[in-house]
């Protein structure tokens, strides 16, 4: 009995960790019939930001606007639109932002090399700090004055 809960449980904990995973926020309404346009517009959905969340693809977002931008996405899909054509009209509409990939180009360097430069920054950081405290170190050993100098001060025979 004790055996049965705890293989219940771990199911149930399993299907909690895992239900995020399968969750998508693309609903049935929008479900294209034919099953290859379906599969670009997913494709499609996947490599687009949610302007109103900021970190989701449009696929996983549930907010009204990725809702328009699957259906736009959709709707072009059916028009004869190309993946690119389709890209590039949302690029010309929302700017290089609406792509979690954006492209590597003048406009866009900074996106691309603020990793780096925080890295670069973090490194010259450390290795100021390093050479700060080896100047506090000290280089030479106390003379026989100083040291008798410091055992008086401290209380020392």
Same mark, same amino acid.
């Given at each position: 009995?004790?055996?049965?809960?705890?293989?219940?449980?771990?199911?149930?904990?399993? $299907?909690?960790?895992?239900?995020?995973?399968?969750?998508?926020?693309?609903?049935?309404?929008?479900?294209?019939?034919?099953?290859?346009?379906?599969?670009?517009?997913?494709?499609?959905?996947?490599?687009?930001?949610?302007?109103?969340?900021?970190?989701?693809?449009?696929?996983?977002?549930?907010?009204?606007?990725?809702?328009?931008?699957?259906?736009?996405?959709?709707?072009?899909?059916?028009?004869?639109?190309?993946?690119?054509?389709?890209?590039?009209?949302?690029?010309q509409?929302?700017?290089?932002?609406?792509?979690?990939?954006?492209?590597?180009?003048?406009?866009? #360097?900074?996106? #691309?090399?603020?990793?780096?430069?925080?890295?670069?920054?973090?490194?010259?950081v450390?290795?100021?700090?390093?050479?700060?405290?080896?100047?506090?170190?000290?280089?030479?050993?106390?003379?026989?004055?100083?040291?008798?100098?410091?055992d008086?001060? $401290?209380?020392?025979?």
């Amino acid at each position: 009995m004790n055996a049965m809960i705890c293989v219940r449980m771990l199911a149930l904990a399993a $299907l909690f960790l895992l239900a995020p995973v399968a969750a998508r926020a693309v609903q049935p309404d929008e479900i294209m019939a034919d099953p290859k346009l379906e599969a670009r517009a997913r494709a499609l959905s996947a490599e687009l930001r949610c302007m109103v969340c900021q970190n989701e693809s449009i696929d996983e977002s549930n907010a009204d606007l990725a809702r328009d931008l699957r259906l736009l996405v959709r709707e072009r899909l059916q028009a004869g639109d190309s993946d690119d054509q389709i890209r590039a009209f949302l690029v010309q509409r929302y700017g290089d932002f609406i792509l979690l990939k954006p492209p590597f180009k003048l406009e866009t #360097w900074l996106l #691309w090399g603020a990793p780096f430069l925080v890295l670069l920054t973090g490194g010259c950081v450390i290795l100021f700090a390093r050479r700060r405290q080896q100047s506090f170190a000290v280089s030479a050993p106390l003379s026989e004055a100083e040291r008798a100098k410091l055992d008086a001060v $401290l209380g020392e025979d």
